[in-house]
């Protein structure tokens, strides 16, 4: 079956700055039609100057990018028109209106007025009853909503969320999660850049990690949980140790809470997990416990082994 | 041609300027209309006439392009750069729409503004002095040309300005005075024959003077010279603008 062409064609993009800072290094990515793709990495890594040259904002160094197999460069108006931006910061016209500046992103990214889809969009973002006020008297979570909606009033194919829940309390960012959830069951791929391992976690099929400008790694996201995560048993202990008895020295376990619990590591890929032998060895050297507690290592701590590889070797 | 983009940004603009009205246009009525007071009824009364004109009359013309030039350049170079210090630009940068279409939405509101101020101001100096029209074609020949030029000339520096200071500091050093020197208020042939040369140096000369032509018939520089020379200057400015959305300079990183 012949493969469908990626809705994203990104081959080796490099930017460098005129002051000589490599934002971007080669970067080489494909993003499927109708996945969320969230791209990971720490401030300065270089997510937002990958996003601004597909978008038409930074010029590339070097390399190609394609949308729906048009060249970002060549057929920008093709390009374009299919993509919606949501940026990192507040940039709203403070004096318009809600509906007028939806209006205003509908019309110059080439659509004619259709007042049907400028509801349904206000409406999915509970942006309806606010619709005639000035965005100036609307809170930073609503202005935030407002950009999402002026991103999607041109019915875009491709959404870019460049840190869409910045700085926004709890309960929105949940909002804007059904959001996005939304927008995939409507077909539209998202490629979100976020801070909030929990928010990749959450939405993501599919994860990046960019570091230094390099695109480290692109893996599932459930399959990367589950290859480079790690799972720990912690047993609480009857009664506390000073240090770990020689005899479990192979089990590689460390004590935690001042003696009260030992803590061990295991691979939940390899064939064995050791479990079965280190609580054999337990009851051989008299050591009991009271409790145990299973826990699966988030996302975080795969993205924060991820970026600090490369900085310790 | 992404004519819904042309319309958004044209219609964006033009509501802008509905929105600030009394700014937009009682101001520059107002400040006309206290240069025919005090040039053309004060001190004006003791100048009988330039070149046949009567002086009230005389300098119609000349403020009407004053206005022209300083309303454009501050429309358009405000248009561009207050998006630019907000961020809002972005979404025009990086909309389907090519350097013609912004120009077409940008430029097209701020000269439609300026057209507006200069009948309004032609329909007040009405209420001053009585104005013929010798060549009405022309006329409005020059000032649609001069709104567009200037207006292009602002769209530059709205661009190239990387904050406010800079932003007001080309239209009170540099334009100002070439307006003034510009023969507004005066025939550059009242003045000694090395200022007479000196002044033809002076862009504005050829478009007040041509401007001028069109109500008496009489000009400093010939009619087809002012034309020329404005249309030159639409011309640099139409390429400047061509090159800044070429190179990105000061949009694009």
Same mark, same amino acid.
């Given at each position: 079956m012949a493969r469908v062409q990626p809705i994203l064609s990104i081959r080796n993009l490099s930017k460098t700055y005129a002051g000589g800072f490599q934002a971007l290094k080669d970067v080489s990515l494909d993003i499927e039609r109708g996945e969320i793709f969230a791209l990971l990495g720490p401030n300065g890594a270089g997510k937002?100057?990958?996003?601004?040259?597909?978008?038409?904002?930074? /010029?590339?160094t070097a390399g190609?990018?394609?949308?729906?197999?048009?060249?970002?460069?060549?057929?920008?108006?093709?390009?374009?028109?299919?993509?919606?931006?949501?940026?990192?910061?507040?940039?709203?016209?403070?004096?318009?209106?809600?509906?007028?500046?939806?209006?205003?992103?509908?019309?110059?990214?080439?659509?004619?007025? /259709?007042?049907?889809?400028?509801?349904?969009v206000l409406k999915s973002l509970s942006l309806w009853d606010k619709r005639d006020e000035k965005i100036i008297a609307l809170s930073g979570g609503m202005k935030r909503r407002v950009l999402i909606a002026k991103a999607l009033a041109h019915e875009p194919t491709l959404l870019f969320l460049d840190e869409p829940t910045a700085g926004v309390d709890v309960e929105l960012r949940k909002d804007m999660w059904r959001v996005v959830e939304s927008l995939r069951e409507d077909g539209c791929t998202v490629i979100l850049t976020t801070h909030y391992i929990e928010e990749a976690e959450q939405l993501a099929d599919r994860v990046g990690v960019i570091n230094h400008g390099e695109l480290i790694l692109v893996e599932d996201k459930d399959r990367l949980m589950r290859e480079m995560g790690k799972k720990e048993l912690t047993l609480s202990l009857s009664a506390s140790l000073d240090t770990v008895p020689a005899a479990l020295g192979k089990h590689g376990l460390s004590l935690a809470d001042e003696g009260s619990k030992l803590v061990y590591t295991y691979d939940t890929q390899s064939e064995r997990t050791g479990i079965t032998a280190l609580l054999a060895d337990l009851n051989a050297e008299g050591i009991h416990f009271s409790d145990l507690e299973t826990k699966q290592s988030s996302l975080e701590e795969i993205f924060v082994d991820l970026v600090r590889k490369p900085e310790a070797g | 041609?992404?004519?819904?983009?042309?319309?958004?940004?044209?219609?964006?603009?033009?509501?802008?300027?509905?929105?600030?009205?009394?700014?937009?246009?009682? *101001?520059?009525?107002?400040?006309?209309?206290?240069?025919?007071?005090? %040039?053309?009824?004060?001190?004006?009364?003791?100048?009988?006439?330039?070149?046949?004109?009567?002086?009230?009359? %005389?300098?119609?013309?000349?403020?009407?392009?004053?206005?022209?030039?300083?309303?454009?350049?501050?429309?358009?170079? %405000?248009?561009?750069?207050?998006p630019r210090f907000t961020g809002t630009v972005f979404e025009v940068l990086s909309a389907p729409v090519s350097y013609v279409e912004v120009l077409l939405g940008y430029v097209g509101a701020a000269a439609t503004k300026s057209m507006i101020i200069g009948t309004i101001i032609f329909l007040t100096a009405n209420l001053f002095v009585p104005i013929e029209v010798a060549h009405p074609f022309v006329m409005v020949t020059f000032l649609l040309l001069t709104s567009v030029a200037f207006c292009l000339f602002g769209f530059i520096l709205g661009v190239w300005a990387d904050g406010w200071e800079k932003l007001t500091i080309v239209p009170i050093l540099v334009i100002m005075p070439l307006t003034f020197l510009g023969g507004t208020?005066?025939?550059?042939?009242?003045?000694?024959?090395?200022?007479?040369?000196?002044?033809?140096?002076?862009?504005?000369?050829?478009?007040?003077?041509? %401007?001028?032509?069109?109500?008496?018939?009489? *000009?400093?520089?010939?009619?087809?010279?002012?034309?020329?020379?404005?249309?030159?200057?639409?011309?640099?400015?139409?390429?400047?603008v061509r090159w800044i959305f070429k190179t990105g300079y000061r949009l694009r990183t």
């Open positions: 937002t100057t990958l996003i601004s040259i597909v978008c038409g904002l930074v /010029n590339p190609s990018a394609s949308v729906d197999g048009y060249d970002i460069g060549r057929d920008y108006r093709e390009t374009r028109f299919r993509i919606g931006l949501v940026p990192q910061e507040f940039p709203v016209e403070t004096f318009e209106t809600v509906t007028k500046t939806l209006a205003f992103s509908r019309g110059l990214f080439g659509r004619p007025p /259709n007042s049907a889809h400028v509801e349904k | 041609m992404n004519l819904h983009a042309v319309k958004a940004i044209y219609a964006f603009e033009m509501a802008r300027m509905w929105r600030t009205a009394v700014q937009s246009l009682v *101001a520059p009525v107002l400040s006309t209309s206290l240069y025919f007071v005090i %040039f053309g009824a004060a001190i004006g009364s003791r100048i009988t006439e330039v070149d046949g004109v009567p002086y009230g009359a %005389f300098i119609v013309p000349g403020l009407i392009m004053l206005s022209i030039m300083t309303e454009s350049i501050s429309n358009s170079s %405000f248009a561009i750069y207050f208020f005066y025939s550059i042939s009242m003045l000694p024959p090395i200022w007479q040369t000196i002044s033809l140096a002076n862009p504005v000369v050829y478009l007040i003077s041509g %401007f001028r032509w069109s109500f008496y018939e009489n *000009a400093d520089v010939s009619v087809v010279l002012s034309l020329g020379m404005t249309t030159l200057f639409l011309l640099v400015c139409l390429l400047t």
